[in-house]
DNA sequence: CATAATCCATCATAGATTATGATGGATTAT
DNA sequence: ATAATCCATCATAATCTATGATGGATTATG
């Protein structure tokens, strides 16, 4: 071959570096011991370098066999990449799955499926952003995630595909010490809207608008939800909180659920999303289909 | 060879997306077209991938053929790293020339000698820190930089190796609109004791000293050399500054050469240093050669 | 100190890969 | 209709890679 500098040289130059003499090497490789040192004798007539001090019984790495190393460890690794991808491509499966998830989503159903996915797709990476309100859109459309987890706020984006999920309990609840929780259930609204209800404030520009029901005037606003679920257990207001983020707290009646006359808990649905013109691969499928099963088990 | 993916492959794959057929790579890369076609259906094999869109009478990139020559650009980019640095090591040419030289370095001796070293030198890249004080040889000391032009602070230093390289003409100065320069020549020191003077304050840790002749009790500090020169001809004091920097100044009569009745202008040495565990290489000797001849013709 | 174990370089040979050149089919240009 | 060009296939030659045998050198062991 023409281009005499060959990825498989630098494989057996690092694997000599790594096990320390040419024997070693060849048992690692399956190869025989003079195939080894042949072809370390071509690298070095092809780069015109000494990469061994053969003063002793085992060469051992010159300087410049060293400084070599090191570029061939990242030739070698790029090679590996490059491969990978070839494979992710012939399987149709994404290069890195990308997913961007509204916090109300229940986190102990999502750490158990991204968990069954890096069962199913060891080699896959998986880059998770964990924002609220209009965060996950916002990355749909940066492209920095491929699918997204969240309540639709605006209609009509004809460019996103998205399917119903799930829907999210949501339920109004304060600290036990607040004045509402020492109340009588039910209570009016009228009574409720003369406390301080804490609520989510948007931290992307793509909405503007405030989510949730929003009953008194009297409004605290925070930029994250474990903020907000902060100032709720210190007793500064009630709010609508996701179910799944509470129930430990209603449990151990650090946090009661109020109970209004009219109205009370609400459900919030949240859709899987990706920009019609990047469907999820076969992990992306995957995972969207176990998210189903484990919601629809969990229900 | 085991290892089926080879570089030789992907040169090949980029040549056929460069010239837009089998023919065309085949003519420029000195080869039959029946070896390219042959080239391109055994990376396909390796790969497990169709990298080219058969449909028509000339092959064209498929989706995942782009995707592919992207990482393949990118490996045989860095095999030519590689080489360039198999090359340097093997021709005693540093792989790239790390430099930190002290701004009273005469700039049009440098910038001449830099120039002349890109002729000698193309492929060489060039590392320039241009620092005062006691900041070339902090960049010896941390490794970024192989040699350094600076005065000499600290003697006694066994590990550097220095040796003299030229001696830098400082003259005191000071803007026309300023007093000083209306008064009658020469001046005594009691006078010039008496206005501010302005130095420069040491940037590095390696040296707490102040440099250059401190005469009088008013001094206004400044960190690099540009901005005192900038104070300097506003009017705010006087300085010892390097002939280089203040020559067309001087000529332009917007700073005035103070004269002393006891001292004027004194010469600040500058060496050339390395550490003595990492000489310089061939283009490093060279460079210091051409800056002597320079110097000496321009003496 | 003799022997055994291990490693490396060399070499002959076999197998695998790459390159050439001939050929025919398909498409496009003239 | 013919010519030019490109590609895939194939037979063959050239080159490269891998094996296995061998001998020299060094180190470990009894």
């Given amino acids: 071959m023409i281009d005499r500098l060959t990825l498989d040289q630098l494989r057996i130059l690092i694997a000599v570096a790594e096990t320390g ?40 790495l010159s300087e410049a066999g060293q400084a070599i190393l090191n570029d061939a ?17 012939a399987n149709d499966i994404e290069p890195e799955l990308t997913l961007a998830v509204d916090p109300v989503f229940p986190t102990h159903i999502l750490m ?32 920095v995630a491929r699918l997204a987890v969240y ?18 309990p949501f339920v109004p609840v304060v600290a036990a010490t607040h004045p509402l929780a020492q109340m009588p259930m039910p209570i009016s609204r009228t009574v409720l809207a003369e406390a301080t209800q804490l609520v989510l404030t948007d931290s992307t520009p793509l909405t503007q ?22 100032y709720l257990l210190a007793g500064f207001g009630w709010c609508n909180m996701p179910m799944h983020l ?14 209004l006359i009219d109205d ?20 992306g499928k995957w995972l969207i289909d176990d998210l189903r099963k484990r919601l629809a088990q969990d229900g």
Same sequence: chains 1, 2.
């Avoid at 042949?38 to 061994?52: C, I, P, Y």
Wanted: zero cysteines; aromatic letters at 4%; charged letters at 25%.
């Fill in 21 to 60: 003499s040419f024997s070693a090497a060849a048992r690692r490789l399956g190869r025989v011991q003079s195939a080894i040192s042949q072809s370390v004798q071509s690298l070095e007539a092809t780069l015109g370098l000494d990469l061994f001090d053969r003063a002793g019984k085992i060469p051992t």
């Fill in 73 to 89: 460890r990242s030739l070698v690794h790029s090679a590996d990449l490059l491969r990978a991808r070839a494979e992710s491509i």
């Fill in 112 to 143: 158990e499926s991204l968990s069954a996915l890096d069962q199913a797709f060891p080699q896959l990476p998986v880059l998770l952003f964990t924002e609220g309100l209009g965060g996950p859109e916002q990355r749909l459309r940066d492209g």
């Fill in 151 to 168: 309540s639709l706020l605006v209609t009509g984006a004809t460019d996103l595909q998205a399917e119903r999920l799930t829907d999210i």
């Fill in 209 to 230: 608008t405030l989510r949730g029901n929003l009953i008194g005037r009297r409004l605290w606003r925070f930029a994250d939800l474990q903020t907000r679920l902060d």
């Fill in 246 to 259: 509470v129930e430990t707290h209603l449990d151990s009646r650090r946090l009661i659920r109020l109970r």
């Fill in 264 to 283: 009370t808990s609400f459900l919030a649905p949240l859709y899987i999303v990706h920009d019609r013109t990047r469907p999820p691969g076969r992990a």
